[in-house]
């Protein structure tokens, strides 16, 4: 499985961006795909989770009401759409996927996944 994030950029407090993320080497809807972020010096933190039809998805109490998280399984893209950004929300965010999947994970801890793809910076400036 390859995964290439994109769609970050520099936007001011309040605005919005859509990161994206392209799958491919695998068939998309069979894993789980995960978004989480990274501030420098601090640990890579969950950010937001969605199953394999996109029905169900689990959100970190931080970005709850304000980020989205989608998939198009016949684009083989996952998406998420950040509104409301905040300067706290500075960090480079990774997407990753889920293939050996466990009946016990969360998906909300980055042991759980296989895959990771590069990274897209997201800088919010107050």
């Known amino acids: 499985v390859q995964l290439q994030a994109s769609g970050g950029g520099s936007v001011q407090s309040g605005g919005s961006l859509r990161l994206s993320c392209a799958a491919s080497?695998?068939?998309?809807?069979?894993?789980?795909m995960g978004w989480f972020r990274q501030a420098p010096g601090k640990e890579r933190d969950f950010v937001a989770a969605i199953d394999l039809s996109g029905t169900t998805t689990y959100y970190a109490d931080s970005v709850k009401g304000r980020f989205t998280i989608s998939r198009d399984n016949a684009k083989n893209t996952g998406y998420l759409q950040m509104n409301s950004l905040k300067p706290e929300d500075t960090a480079v965010y990774y997407c990753?996927?889920?293939?050996?999947?466990?009946?016990?994970?969360?998906?909300?801890?980055?042991?759980?996944?296989?895959?990771w793809g590069q990274g897209t910076q997201v800088t919010v400036s107050s």
């Open positions: 080497g695998r068939t998309f809807r069979s894993y789980v």
């Open positions: 990753a996927a889920i293939v050996n999947y466990r009946g016990t994970y969360s998906w909300k801890q980055s042991y759980e996944y296989d895959y």
